[in-house]
């Protein structure tokens, strides 16, 4: 059984930094891409950041660029995401995902249908 399960959220003031990790177990994480996502309330849950399988590309939403930095550790089986300079619009529940497919490219990598398991989420929250 496939676990994904996120730490490191928090609270932050605008312009600290958070870093998220996630965990996962019960697959072989260095065969499969894998992402960040986030839902504001009351908002659709939107792409953050992905990574291919081998940590050789990745791929971030505009607003993150220069900001957020996505990586992954296989021998650890986890995934990272560092968060820098923070803005209130970063507030939102963060979720990890893990590919359905191994060895995905890139394009495939931002759409939220690729992915087949998920962390439960972690809460977010940048105000002064």
């Known amino acids: 059984q496939v676990q994904l399960v996120e730490s490191g959220g928090g609270s932050a003031q605008p312009g600290e930094s958070l870093r998220l990790s996630c965990a996962a177990s019960g697959r072989t994480f260095r065969e499969f891409g894998v992402a960040w996502f986030r839902q504001a309330s009351g908002k659709e849950r939107e792409f953050v950041a992905a990574i291919r399988y081998n940590g050789g590309r990745t791929y971030y939403e505009d607003s993150v660029k220069g900001r957020f930095t996505i990586s992954r550790d296989n021998a650890k089986s986890t995934m990272y995401l560092q968060m820098n300079n923070l803005e209130p619009g970063d507030t939102a529940l963060y979720y990890c995902?893990?590919?359905?497919?191994?060895?995905?490219?890139?394009?495939?990598?931002?759409?939220?249908?690729?992915?087949?398991?998920w962390g439960l989420g972690i809460q977010v929250t940048v105000s002064s």
């Open positions: 995902a893990l590919d359905g497919s191994p060895y995905a490219i890139l394009s495939a990598l931002r759409t939220e249908g690729s992915y087949d398991y």
